[in-house]
């Protein structure tokens, strides 16, 4: 009999990759852009899990909860966790901006500021959450009108009693067939980072970041610096585990979301490694992950920190301690509105720039070298929604020891 080869763990092949990907990047150069499909069909692969995964594995959830006091208590404390430390990132957004002032010296003329613009209103937000015709949320892969009617349905089920079991076991094998549909695609994954790190890496060469470097590193330091304080705070102060256990734990999910720049489609994979290398139990990755990854991110949410600074720095206009705290409330509500794909970041930073009166030529000037900021803004909005997971799971004695 063969004997069994010693396999290699999946996140040394995925870094491999990654680090192979940005050597051929900046080896070759343009030359390098044939291999852009691979990566094409990486993300378009993520993107075909999340909508039946997400479905499913919240009605299972929903279900197992049984009791809808738990649902509301986890749904409270989940939400209270997210806003909590969405704040908590533009305030250490702000303070990188003023430690490392990215946009002293840039000196723009500025085109006098903009009139401020309201934020969207709470009312139509809140309207939009529910689905008019639930099969077309899917279709449009609306997530909070998808996880919306997965909470009713799963509720229903239960309410419903013996007739609504077969449903149930129905979509439990759903979910569980989606499982591996998830572990088969992220076989694929260290060929899927080599394409897209490779590309952006052969697109925005070094050089052309230098003149940007400073807020690069600062939006870099600051999610790095949020990271370390806040999630290893977090996880050691209420899991008693080893902040290194839980960034172990999540490692594919970061680095994934930093190459695809995308939450949502790294959402799959954020769930498997919350159950299987953190013990997070189904339950709650299943309730928690779906919806952190459309609401909750804080790096996003940093980066519109350090970015409105370095605009008012690069034009020359003073903020007030009043204007600062206006783009605290801003960038939260601008970091739930965005959606969880790349480049959604920048869109909504117009928002919170038109709403402190800074000049719109400032997010233009930064669009050049969003995809970089969007890596790391991304890879920090998953690590949160997973370390908010693992805290609710501890709470609701739902993490594995
Ligand atoms: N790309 C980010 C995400 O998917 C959103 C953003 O652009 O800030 O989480």
């Known amino acids: 009999m063969a004997q069994e080869r010693k396999k290699i763990p999946l996140i040394w092949k995925i870094t491999a990759g990654f680090l192979l990907g940005v050597a051929a990047g900046a080896l070759f150069g343009p030359k390098i852009t044939w291999v852009e499909p691979v990566g094409k069909i990486f993300i378009t692969l993520l993107q075909m899990l999340i909508v039946p995964l997400v479905f499913s594995s919240l009605v299972v959830g929903v279900a197992s909860l049984g009791d809808p006091k738990a649902l509301g208590r986890i749904g409270i404390k989940t939400i209270a966790l997210y806003l909590v430390t969405t704040a908590v990132a533009i305030v250490i957004g702000l303070a990188m901006g003023h430690l490392l002032q990215p946009g002293a010296g840039m000196a723009i003329e500025g085109i006098a500021a903009t009139e401020g613009k309201a934020p969207p209103a709470l009312a139509e937000v809140l309207i939009g959450m529910f689905p008019r015709n639930p ?48 572990a088969l695609v992220m076989s694929f994954a260290p060929y899927g980072v080599f394409a897209l790190i490779a590309v952006t890496v052969s697109k925005y060469g070094l050089s052309v970041m230098a ?35 839980f960034f172990r734990g999540i490692q594919e999910a970061t680095l994934t979301a930093f190459v695809t720049r995308s939450s949502s489609a790294t959402l799959p ?34 980066y519109q920190g350090v970015c409105a600074l370095f605009i008012a720095q690069a034009f020359g206009i003073d903020l007030s301690l009043g204007a600062q705290a206006g783009i605290i409330v801003t960038a939260t509500l601008a970091s739930i509105g965005t959606a969880g794909v790349p480049g959604a970041g920048l869109i909504m930073l117009t928002l919170v720039v038109t709403q402190a009166g800074l000049p719109m030529e400032g997010v233009a000037l930064l669009a050049g070298i969003d995809a970089v900021l969007d890596m790391a803004r991304t890879a920090i909005n998953v690590t949160g929604d997973a370390c908010v997971a693992t805290v609710v799971a501890r709470t ?5 020891a």
């Open 269 to 302: 994979i954020t769930m498997r490694c919350a159950q299987e290398n953190l013990g997070v139990s189904e339950k709650i990755t299943s309730f928690v992950l779906p919806l952190g990854a459309t609401i909750n991110m804080d790096g996003t949410a940093l």
């Open 211 to 245: 003149p940007f470097a400073k807020i690069i590193g600062a939006v870099f330091i600051g999610c790095t610096l949020h990271a370390l304080l806040i999630y290893s705070g977090l996880v050691s102060l209420m899991t008693k585990k080893s902040p290194l256990w």
């Open 135 to 182: 099969i077309d949320a899917m279709a449009k892969g609306q997530m909070l009108q998808i996880i919306v009617f997965a909470l009713f349905f799963g509720i229903a089920a239960i309410l419903a009693g013996e007739r609504g079991k077969p449903v149930l076991a129905l979509v439990d094998s759903i979910a569980e067939t989606m499982y591996k549909v998830t």
């Open 396 to 400: 609701e004695g739902e993490l594995e």
